[in-house]
């Protein structure tokens, strides 16, 4: 028999950690043939770190993302950075990237201020480039010559130091109060799955859910996330474990062909909206979108096997052999107690 | 053992490698001839990460012994990506957002293109057969699934380029 039920979970999840103190830094400076180099010690994991990034320092230094080059290569010669984890990285590097930004602003208007002959305080950004004078649009230059210019004609850096830290919080040894977090995203999953009670398999159906992540940056990369998201989600509630008949080790997985996670034809119709509830510490409002695509998926489904069998399963994954378990032990309760109201004990 | 010549044929030009015995068409492109997009995920046919084609076929070439491979034509995502621009099936994963920290990519295209030059206009079910050696650990499959389909229709009727 096949059973069908829905599962509902939620989630918030903070955005960075603070354990001893959560600090990013940057630090940008100007080629010589006017591109700008961020450098970072926080890497790309393949979640587009780099591209979220390139895209914050375009917009603080008022420039094209094409003349951006973001550079994770090197924690040893970097500037230090606590590391991408924790969903972090965008909001923290993020802020740091803004603060060398405005550095790199003041250091452009020294030199845009001598090469136009104008005050400091005269001059504007346009946002697409180029620095002028206010009311003056003839008098315009090119971010880009201004930067050849401060070095070939000045002799000037044209750079900008970053930081941003969320402070150590202490915790209160009376209540266990602390400020863990910078900010916290939201999301709401429902799972729908089917049971086969013979054979006892979950077949999930579809991962439907609501995400709010305060400003999305790029708006294709936090789809990105949520679906893959989905994905490991279903795959640790239904698959995967690196001991699956713990405690002999020797069970363990050993490659790719003995370590379960589904594959293109166990994917389930996975839909997504996203809410933007900005944050107020966050670069232009963004929260973190990272881990957190990977767990309500997780209770939704068990919570959806429940629903269609109901067997409470509280390990994961919830293998067939769980659910079997689970099936014969309900047909056993019904035995021992077949005078009791069955919808009262229908499930436990 | 001693080592042995073997020729093939790669990006249309006939190369020469010398080999000891058994070393895989994996580690010959990779690190013999620099065809970095040819990766070495698992080396035992788990992982679909070091597909290339052999003459039009999908091969795991971490399982493929290079001698098997003299006198027959390689393709790898180096040979397919046109000097200018990109190939249609990786303009698709673009367009996609069908992958993430790209490890599995190279070998999702050349799988897609064994496909798709099999099959211009391959049905859903066909998609997924095709990409169930190919591990994802990051988009969770459904964008590249959507990415082969684009580039069916892209393709549809003129033949995906060589």
Known sequence: MKLRGTGVAAVNYPTGMNLGGDPSQALIHATTSGTFVVSLSSTDLGQGHRTVIGQIAAEALGVAMEDVIVDTADTDTGPHDMGTFASRATHRVGNAVIAAALEVREALLDVAAEELEAARTDLEFDGQGNLMVRGAPARSLKIADIASAAQFKYGKTIAGRGAFMKPKSPVDPETGAMDPDSTEAHACTVAEVEVDTETGEVKVLSIRSAYEVGRQVNPALVKGQIVGGAWMGMSHALYETTAPYYPDPGHAPKDFSEYLMPGAHEIPQIEC?????????????????????????????????????????????VTPELILRGLDAKRRAALVAPAADTTATAGR | MASTIVTFELAGREVEVMVKPMTTLQAVLRYQLGFTSVKEGCRQGGCGSCTVLVDGEP?????????????????TLETITPDEGVHPIQQAFIDHTAFQCGYCTPGMIMISKALLDHDPHPTREAIVDALAGNLCRCTGYEPIVAAVEGAAQATAGKGAPR
């Open chain 2, 59 to 75: 091969m795991m070439s971490c399982l493929l012994p290079v001698e098997d491979v003299a006198g027959r034509r390689v393709t």
């Open chain 1, 273 to 317: 909206v996203v809410l933007e509830y900005p944050s107020s510490n966050g670069p232009y409002g963004v929260k973190g979108v990272g881990e957190m695509t990977a767990n309500s998926p997780i209770p939704a489904i068990v919570n959806a096997i429940y629903h269609a069998t109901g067997v409470r399963i509280d390990e994961l994954p």
